[in-house]
T-cell receptor, first 110, second 117 residues
């Protein structure tokens, strides 16, 4: 079992809808959680970080963390075609690295 | 520089050749990471430097892989006797402080796409 799990997708949503991306992790001592966006052929770009249980909002993005369930999610409101990308969940378990999931490919259709 | 810089952007090697990939982290960044990303997969950790010290190399897949950061800034990832399974994008990332500090964030370079024929 991988340490960080994501559904590979593709997740297809119509323009203007809410896209919901999910991630589970296995290490209970994990402390910091990140969402990266990666366009095809480009490097990962940090879009959200979350460190405590609950919701954190930044513009159209909301990150949600539930440490008891070992679950972190990313909501994208009013999805735009430019949001089409692969979204990578990353977890810091207080080691020497970030551990990434395999990514979920999001397609926003006009 | 303004961001993490990697060179070359693309590298084609014949099987058995040695390659060297370069990373210039953001100026002043203490931590430097190398990740390997296969097509359609998430980045996989290779190694971590804190300044010039290589604190973790547990992700290096074999002894053909070697990384260094002798002066605590530029880093080089060397792959000896390349194999087809080494074909991937090699990403370098840096962070301002030692990894594990509160609210620390990782910033990635554009990567080097290595193709071994």
């Amino acid at each position: 079992q991988k340490e960080v799990e994501q559904n590979s997708g593709p997740l297809s949503v119509p323009e203007g809808a809410i896209a919901s991306l999910n991630c589970t992790y296995s290490d209970r001592v994990s402390q910091s959680f990140f969402w990266y966006r990666q366009y095809s052929g480009k490097s990962p770009e940090l879009i959200m970080s979350i460190y405590s249980n609950g919701d954190k909002e930044d513009g159209r993005f909301t990150a949600q963390l539930n440490k008891a369930s070992q679950y972190v999610s990313l909501l994208i409101r009013d999805s735009q075609p430019s949001d089409s990308a692969t979204y990578l969940c990353a977890v810091d378990n207080a080691g020497n690295m970030l551990t990434f999931g395999g990514g979920t490919r999001l397609m926003v259709k006009p | 520089g303004a961001g993490v810089s990697q060179s070359p952007r693309y590298k084609v090697a014949k099987r058995g050749q040695d390659v060297a990939l370069r990373c210039d982290p953001i100026s002043g960044h203490v931590s430097l990471f190398w990740y390997q990303q296969a097509l359609g997969q998430g980045p996989e950790f290779l190694t971590y430097f804190q300044n010039e010290a290589q604190l973790d190399k547990s992700g290096l897949p074999s002894d053909r892989f070697f990384a260094e950061r002798p002066e605590g800034s530029v880093s080089t990832l060397k792959i000896q006797r390349t194999q087809q399974e080494d074909s991937a994008v090699y990403l370098c990332a840096s962070s301002l402080r030692s990894w594990g500090q509160a609210n620390e964030k990782l910033f990635f370079g554009s990567g080097t796409q290595l193709s071994v024929l």
